[in-house]
């Protein structure tokens, strides 16, 4: 599989399909992704993952929203996304830090995550109890999903 990472300079209705598989609150997408810098990992001309990126605070970027197609899920692509972005960045000097933040029912997320460097920052409880922006609970992994987790690695 050919893989190219390259920026997002028009967001398309595939695009928001992808930004949904990570968060199923298009108000929660439209009140970051204005503000981010968004990539595309394509395959054969077809957009198979993407990955949303905001700077947070003095040197820190936060990866917003991360995600790949379900039909390509489990073929490394996550991975792909996220060192091409710390690739990317790493080579800005305004930049040392990079966050992302999950649910706590995220196994499979706090598993890649970890793998590839973060380190648990913080816990911030009952952030998906927020009914503005998610009116119906969120259950994953057969856990109604609460709180996040924040993790960081630098670049």
């Known amino acids: 599989m050919s893989l190219k990472f390259s920026p997002i300079t028009k967001y398309t209705p595939k695009h928001y399909e992808l930004l949904l598989e990570a968060d199923p609150s298009l ?7 204005s503000r981010c810098e968004s990539f595309e990992l394509t395959s054969n001309h077809q957009s198979v993952g993407i990955i949303a990126i905001m700077a947070t605070e003095s040197q820190t970027i936060e990866i917003m929203n ?7 899920q489990g073929k490394g692509l996550g991975t792909k996304l996220i060192q091409s972005a710390i690739k990317f960045y790493s080579t800005n ?4 830090k990079i ?7 995220s196994f499979g997320a706090l598993y890649l995550y970890q793998k590839l460097g973060f380190r648990c920052k913080q816990i911030l409880s009952n ?14 992994n057969g856990l109604t ?4 987790i924040m993790l960081e690695r630098t670049l």
Do not use: Q, R
């Open 127 to 140: 952030h998906f109890i927020n009914p503005t922006l998610y009116p119906h609970p969120l259950h994953e």
């Open 99 to 105: 966050t992302i933040m999950t649910g706590t029912t």
């Open 145 to 148: 999903l609460k709180d996040a």
């Open 27 to 33: 108000k929660s997408i439209a009140s970051y992704l």
């Open 66 to 72: 991360i995600a790949v197609h379900p039909k390509f």
């Open 93 to 96: 000097p305004s930049f040392e």
